[in-house]
């Protein structure tokens, strides 16, 4: 079993539509990452979180540290938002290990 | 403020020749780390370099080694080149290594052949 989960693998939405991506983890760790990865593979850093809630723009990020548990969420969504989401978690050593990441499509 | 650059884009190579990747990292960034995206894989943690010395180490054999220079700049060397380390080495940098924001390189893409 992986230590990070995401799910769903893959996403297809309508423009316009609310998105949820989910993401466990099985280990202890120190804060998570939300990154988007486009075709080309630039990776942007969205969020970075220990605790709580994180807004920017039409993401927000949350994390439920008991639960070991994240969901990034996207409101509105846009076909630009097409791209491939990836949750790492930092552990000991800024170490990141990441999950395998959700293929967003949103069509027009 | 430039981000994250890499050097070169691509890199084409033969099994057994060694590559040499670069990373200079955001101005003031100190810590620099290193990431292999294989086809069909994810992302897999290679190195962790700040202040000039390695801090930590992925599950990657010796041939993958590197060094972080004076100036925060890094190099990633692969020797003995085998055709499964064609991927994608993608670079971040933070501010320090201690749980500051990683920010990503655009990444060079290494083909063996």
């Known amino acids: 079993k992986n230590e990070v989960e995401q799910s769903p693998q893959n996403l297809t939405a309508q423009e316009g539509e609310f998105i949820t991506i989910n993401c466990s983890y099985s280990v202890g760790i120190s804060a998570l990452h939300w990154l988007q990865q486009h075709p080309g593979g630039g990776i942007v850093s969205l969020f970075m979180l220990s605790s709580g809630k994180k807004k920017h723009g039409r993401l927000i990020a949350t994390i439920n540290i008991q639960e070991k548990h994240s969901s990034l969420h996207i409101t509105a969504s846009h076909p630009r938002d097409s791209a491939v989401y990836i949750c790492a978690v930092l552990t000991s050593g800024s170490r990141l290990t990441f999950g395998e990441g959700t293929q967003l499509t949103v069509n027009p | 403020e430039a981000g994250v650059t890499q050097s070169p884009t691509h890199l084409i190579k033969t099994r057994g020749q060694q590559a040499t990747l670069r990373c200079s990292p955001i101005?003031?960034?100190?810590?620099v780390y290193w990431y292999q995206q294989a086809l069909g894989l994810g992302l897999q943690f290679l190195l962790w370099?700040?202040?000039?010395?390695?801090?930590n180490r992925g599950n990657f054999p010796p041939r993958f080694s590197g060094r972080q220079f004076p100036n925060y700049s890094s190099e990633l060397n692969v020797n003995a080149l085998e055709l499964e380390d064609s991927a994608l080495y993608l670079c971040?940098?933070?501010?320090?290594?201690?749980?500051?924001?990683?920010?990503f390189g655009p990444g060079t893409r290494l083909t063996v052949l």
């Open positions: 101005s003031g960034h100190t810590s």
């Open positions: 971040a940098s933070s501010l320090t290594g201690n749980l500051d924001t990683q920010y």
């Open positions: 370099y700040d202040e000039g010395e390695e801090r």
